[in-house]
């Protein structure tokens, strides 16, 4: 298998990824397969997928010079623009390619998890545009963390329901989500947020997310005289704007680095492990009980992450790093004062990443996917930094 092509006949890439799912979902993953497979190689569906998101989602997403940030930091910062996306991040180009498929397959009510929200309001959006029924499941915790993405959802028409059980974030919200769509595959479609889960989920999640990647290498080697960055730096949550990004320079010689919050660095901390219908590395107890995700950014609290990634590890392609939530308010405020551009915290793990490793990054240029955009977590920094942080550009 070349990297980054199709995982194998079971859905593996490597020893992880997979279907472990209840019987009764078996026929739906393998109808979900089929259709992608379809859809995937027919010119009229990729026509119709790009057409929207040109017209509607607003790519391309430019490639940002960050020449500011590049002087502070000593090496050239290319930033890939995913938080100028209509609903602010990467999450809509997923989201839009599953709701065609969805429509394509009949089905007329779209299913969702949500940690930050911002997969909930991407699926709302397409629920709306398609005119199709929304249910988004969110973790109790996260509702009150994110409680603006929660009133944009409702805004949208989107049904939003608490998700009650165990540490009440993301990892809850996906098992309510399946849950719901055991007895209701009829009709819903599961619009699963990010590279994770069962077969065909992390496969064509990646392939949605491609767009990323290819619209960059395309970019970069304008800016680049045709030459490649020397490093491609993405958040990893469950991983699909990285494996996106990863999937546009994959045979190319640049480093490939993801980067986790301390709090939930399921490849580094975690082992193998079943979850969510995926063997992939997670965070587990001693008797396979899964562990809590604590980071200071929703979107990122996820106890394991896609297969794809922890092959990717495992065979050396790609290495996985950490930063603290400290270091990640540093980074928030630096990008923002550096650049007038607020990021999502999610994104500014890997701005963390970057900066902390100033030394040895030293006049290589590193391309950030920059996921989304911090207006969902304006208020959260308030809270963090207090109302009146201090002003200035020096920190
Ligand atoms: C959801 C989200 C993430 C984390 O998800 P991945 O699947 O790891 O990409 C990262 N950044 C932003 C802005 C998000 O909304």
Sequence with gaps: MSIMSEPSASGRFGSFGGRYVPETLVPACEELEAAFREAWAEPAFRAELDGLLRDYAGRPSPVTEAKRLSEQLGCRVLLKREDLNHTGSHKINNVLGQALLARRMGKTRLLAETGAGQHGVATATAAALFGMECVVYMGEVDMDRQSLNVFRMRLLGAEVRPALSGSRTLKDAVNEAMRDWVGTVENSHYCLGSALGPHPYPWMVREFHRVIGEESRAQCALLLDGGT???????????????????????????????????????????????????????????????????ISAGLDYPGVGPEHSHLEEIGRARYETVTDAEVVDAFLLLSRTEGIIPALEPAHAIAWMSRERASLEGQTVLVCLSGRGDKDVAQMMDVLGADVSTGRGR
């Design 229 to 295: 960055p020397d490093v491609i730096a993405a958040c990893v949550g469950g991983g699909s704007n990285a494996i996106g990004i990863f999937s546009g320079f994959a045979d190319t010689d640049a480093e490939l680095v993801g980067v986790q919050p301390a709090g939930g660095a399921s490849i580094g901390h975690g082992s193998p492990g079943i979850v969510h219908g995926m063997v992939s590395y997670l965070l587990q107890d001693e008797w396979g009980q899964v562990e809590e995700a604590l980071s």
